[in-house]
Structure formats: C-alpha cells, structure tokens
C-alpha cells in the first residue's frame, strides 16, 4: 500500500519538475483559485483571519479578493516547490534574488558563536529557505518540521527538502539531535515562527489580537549566542521571489540579555510589517490566533461572509 502511494508521488513530481518554472507557477495559480472556491473550510478561515486584521481598514469586497488572491499564491507556492528543487544553482539564482547578506558577517552585542537564526513564517515561497546556501556559503544550513501522515507522504517532501544538503530535524523526536549539531557551530538554522503554538507559546499580541507565539527563536538564539533575524519571502513576479534578511535583532541591550518575551514580540512586529506591505503573500489558511479551541472572535462591526465570496 505505501508503495502504491509512493510511486505515483514520484511519477507527479517527477512530471511538474520537467515542466518550465512558469507553467508550474500559472498551474498552481490556476488550481489554487479552483481550491478557493471548492475548500469551504479554509476558505472560511481566510476570511475569518483577513476579517480579523484589516476589518476596519478595507472592504468586504477587498477582503474576498485578498483572499482568492492568496490562494492562488499558495497554490503557486505548493506547485513551485515541487520544481525549485530540481534547479540548479543557477537557475535559482535567475528566480531568486537575496537582500541582507552582509548582515550575517557582522557580529553585534551577543552573538558569540558563527551561527545564525532565521525566525522564517509562510511568507511567499518559504520552500526557498533550503536554497539560500546558493547565496550564503560557509554555513551548515538546517531547519526543523513536523513529520506528516501518511509516512510515505513525509518521505517525499523531506527527498524535496533536503537535495539542497539542509539537515531536517523533526521537531518532536530529534530534539536532541538538534541540540547537539547546534553545540558544534557554523549552523544557520531556520525556525517557523508563525504558527499558533499553544502548548509552549507565549501570549503576545498580533495585530492587536492575542496568539500563542512559539518562542523557540529567542531561547536557540540566547542558549547558542547566535545572531537573530526574521526574513521574509516575497513574491516579485510569476515565479519569482525576494528574500529580505533585515536588520538583526538584538538578544542583548547595554550587555544584559533581553526577555525571550521582548525578542519575540520584536519577531512578530517584524511579520506584521511584513503582512502589512504585501497581504496576499502570508499564510491566512493558518488558524494564527488560537484560544481553546475556537478562533479569536471578530468584532460585528465588519464580519466576513464567507458563503457569498
């Protein structure tokens, strides 16, 4: 049974792979505006989200075609994933283009060791991050996920993952792994920074609403005195993309540590900012503000209807 699923997953990935990056990026384009209108749920959740953010700065109207739009860029996303890949270095450096490296070369108040810590969210093609040591040499580059279901299924997105060389370390079970590769320096390791992460989050606002935010990021940064940055992916053009690295962001100020609550507050004022430039290109299928078991309530002064989208 595995390998039933497994072999058609190859036979598909191996199809969009020789198709040109265009074509892939309008594919996911096309089926991404056909899942807007057939995925009720996360249709729903879109809404809900936008509704939640720019609800007293836009339109109704305005909202259903961020919404549509960005799924859309996610199916583009999805589909161009499956291809980047495949590319050579070169090809990636036509498509691609990285803002902020010499950033990294300079050492601020803190930062004792070589490392470097991306706290990285689902902004544009986040798939790209495992391609950054085209741009970015010298580093073992390393990011951390949460196995999916069906095992088959996990095992093609990791052989997608990891062709670039990055270490992938799941985050339940390879804990220890990681702590260990991160004591013997020169890591660059990603952290997704964006989820609802109500088990260990901690409370902070988010557009001026309350949502679990992991603080994974400041604690890797402060325990292994690496520098800390929040890049961000934005799509330039049909299959192009951006990735900004930013300033760095201090762990420590006037030679004392900061809270890891302040450093991550800090990380999720740079992603707001970030949505706020360009709002289709972030994740709105993610339930971000998590409370129980239900999303954060919208104010009824300009609720979403998702059914007449």
């Keep these: ?115 470097h810590i991306f706290a990285t969210g689902h902004f544009g093609n986040f798939e790209l991050f495992s391609r950054l040591s085209v741009f970015i040499p010298g580093y073992q580059f390393a990011a951390t996920y949460r196995a999916l279901r069906p095992e088959t299924l996990n095992q093609l997105l990791e052989s997608l993952r990891t062709v670039s060389g990055i270490r992938m370390f799941e985050r339940r079970t390879q804990s220890a792994a990681l702590k260990k590769a991160m004591s013997q320096g020169g890591m660059l390791l990603s952290l997704v920074s964006d989820q609802s992460a109500r088990d260990h989050g901690i409370a902070l606002p988010f557009f001026g609403h309350p949502c679990f935010t992991t603080p994974a990021p400041a604690v890797f940064a402060l325990r292994y005195g690496c520098s800390l940055f929040a890049p961000i992916c934005y799509r330039i053009g049909l299959g192009r993309w951006r990735i900004e690295i930013g300033g760095q962001i201090p762990t420590h100020q006037d030679g004392r540590r900061r809270s890891v609550e302040a450093i991550t507050r800090e990380i999720n004022d740079v992603m707001e900012a970030a949505i706020r430039r360009d709002p289709a290109n972030w994740f709105w299928v993610h339930n971000r503000w998590k409370t129980g078991n239900k999303p954060v309530s919208i104010e009824p002064t300009q609720r979403a209807d998702p059914n007449k989208a």
């Excluded at 729903?44 to 961020?66: I, Q």
């Excluded at 691609?96 to 490392?115: F, I, N, T």
């Design 1 to 115: 049974m595995k390998r039933c699923f497994y072999l058609p997953g190859r036979a598909l990935i191996a199809v969009v792979q020789s198709l040109p990056l265009t074509w892939v990026a309008q594919l996911g384009r096309i089926g991404g505006g056909v899942v807007y209108w057939l995925d009720g749920r996360h249709r729903r959740m879109a809404l809900h989200n936008l509704t939640l953010c720019f609800g007293h700065e836009k339109p109704l109207a305005e909202l259903r075609a961020l919404a549509k739009e960005n799924f859309r860029r996610i199916g583009e996303t999805y589909c161009c994933a499956i291809k980047t890949p495949a590319m050579d270095d070169a090809g990636i450096r036509k498509v691609l283009e990285v803002d902020g490296v010499e950033a990294l070369k300079r050492k601020k108040e803190g930062s004792r060791s070589d490392g």
